[in-house]
């Protein structure tokens, strides 16, 4: 399977702030995807990075707060705007082939806002 | 809204025994279903996919599927301390959908 790398790997913000992720994947996949994962909870899909478009995005998340990018088949970025507390979570990249459902997760971003 | 559901555990297992994770769903156009481990402080780890009804086995893994009963499970034979970690169930949306729903996830224990 592909290697996938994130930066940060954690990060210590303050509110009112943005931070901006980079996922990296070592071979051209298809499908990249971006999660949440709130303290002690399950994985949220945040939106699909489509290559070259503007990204799907899952009922309860808006571009606004959480712009993504993806200029190549390798890379993406998921911005965290204006953050508040509330968006202290684990933000984790996966990456997948089109057709399979199959996905492999990145190492994550821990991201804590005071 | 599909859902994933799962007993969110602790499942305490002695080890060498077998541990017995459940997974239900709500959508039943889904085709593929995933078992990830992850780990405290861990990204999730794919550890099964199954696609078809029936049994699958990996090593000490086996994963088992009814979509009549739209139930999936996982078997850890032999539990090992290193076992220990939370188990999540994810399934595909619709027949040739590529976005996963996650269940709860179920924290298992092995203990020595």
């Known amino acids: 399977s592909a290697v996938i790398s994130q930066k940060p790997s954690r990060d210590i913000c303050q509110r009112g702030t943005s931070l901006t992720i980079q996922c990296q994947v070592d071979s051209q996949v298809t499908m990249m995807f971006w999660y949440r994962q709130q303290p002690g909870q399950s994985l949220t899909l945040i939106a699909t990075a489509n290559q070259g478009s503007e990204a799907t995005y899952e009922s309860g998340f808006v571009i606004d707060k959480f712009p993504i990018s993806r200029p190549n088949l390798t890379f993406s970025t998921l911005t965290v705007s204006n953050m508040s507390p509330e968006d202290s979570s684990i933000y984790l990249c996966?990456?997948?082939?089109?057709?399979?459902?199959?996905?492999?997760f990145g190492p994550g971003t821990r991201l804590t806002v005071l | 809204q599909k859902e994933v559901e799962q007993n969110s555990g602790p499942l305490s297992v002695p080890e060498g025994a077998i541990a017995s994770l459940n997974c239900t769903y709500s959508d039943r156009g889904s085709q593929s279903f995933f078992w990830y481990r992850q780990y405290s402080g861990k990204s999730p780890e794919l550890i099964m996919s199954i696609y078809s009804n029936g049994d699958k086995e990996d090593g000490r893994f086996t994963a088992q599927l009814n979509k009549a009963s739209q139930y999936v499970s996982l078997l850890i034979r032999d539990s090992q301390p290193s076992d220990s970690a939370t188990y999540l169930c994810a399934v595909n949306e619709g027949a040739a959908g590529n976005k996963l729903t996650f269940g709860g996830g179920t924290r298992v224990l092995v203990k020595p």
């Open positions: 996966s990456v997948g082939t089109s057709g399979i459902a199959t996905q492999y």
